[in-house]
């Protein structure tokens, strides 16, 4: 009964190929978020849907494209990768309008573009 | 504009002393969340405490509690009893009550000596 699930946990690909990150939460949340997480351990949000609007749109390359099928879904699209996107994804959630809702984060999905 | 600093890149305990790791923050608000993160070498992220600034009780969860001092803008985590498991990063994160997005500190690295 995993809270919030992204597949895969690893991926390896080689430069200029697309590829996609999946997310899914069974905990009823209308928000679901993006995060980057560099090789220093800072985490940045990319992304933010609240049901399945988009809310936050950080300042990210257009190379990579969320989509929200249903409030309970958020998935990552990256089209031509580089070795600079080479990093820890994280997808989370939470209630939107609820201060002390935490987020709930998936196990991440580390990305190696070689 | 908000933000959230951890001063300690990293700290060192001996398993069963006390440690504290530090947070401060800078904002404008009077009403808002603040929460602290663990992250094993499992990666997942994991709430371990958070304080509503109204609250003046410290919040407390086993043998983790918080110091926060709402005037000097200051949201320490204090860990007793210090375990093997809580080798970790902690990141100190503040939801802003504009738009509930979680501002992050950059996280300090615990190390548990045995």
């Known amino acids: 009964d995993t809270a919030v699930s992204q597949t895969p946990k690893y991926l390896v690909t080689q430069m200029g190929n697309d590829k996609s990150i999946k997310c899914e939460q069974n905990l009823g949340h209308d928000t679901m978020y993006w995060y980057k997480q560099d090789s220093k351990k800072f985490l940045k949000i990319m992304f933010s849907?609240?049901?399945?609007?988009?809310?936050i749109n950080e300042t990210v390359p257009n190379r990579f494209s969320p989509k929200s099928p249903d409030k309970a879904h958020l998935n990552l699209h990256i089209n031509s990768l580089e070795l600079g996107d080479s990093a820890v994804y994280f997808c989370?959630?939470?209630?939107?309008?609820?201060?002390?809702?935490?987020?709930?984060f998936g196990n991440g999905t580390r990305l190696t573009v070689t | 504009a908000q933000t959230v600093t951890q001063s300690q890149p990293e700290m060192s305990v001996q398993e069963a002393e006390t440690v504290t790791l530090s947070c401060t923050y800078d904002?404008?608000?009077?009403?808002?969340?603040l929460f602290w993160y663990k992250q094993p070498p499992s990666r997942q992220m994991i709430l371990v405490i958070r304080?509503?600034?109204?609250k003046q009780q410290n919040a407390t969860e086993n043998r983790f509690s918080v110091n926060f001092q709402k005037a000097a803008k200051s949201f320490s985590l204090k860990i007793s009893d210090s375990q093997l498991g809580d080798a970790a990063m902690y990141f100190c994160?503040?939801?802003?009550?504009?738009?509930?997005?979680?501002?992050w500190g950059a996280g300090t690295k615990l190390i548990i000596k045995p």
């Open positions: 989370a959630s939470s209630h939107y309008g609820q201060k002390n809702s935490p987020l709930h």
């Open positions: 904002t404008s608000e009077s009403d808002y969340y």
């Open positions: 849907y609240n049901n399945k609007e988009l809310i």
């Open positions: 994160a503040y939801r802003m009550d504009s738009n509930y997005q979680l501002i």
């Open positions: 304080q509503e600034a109204y």
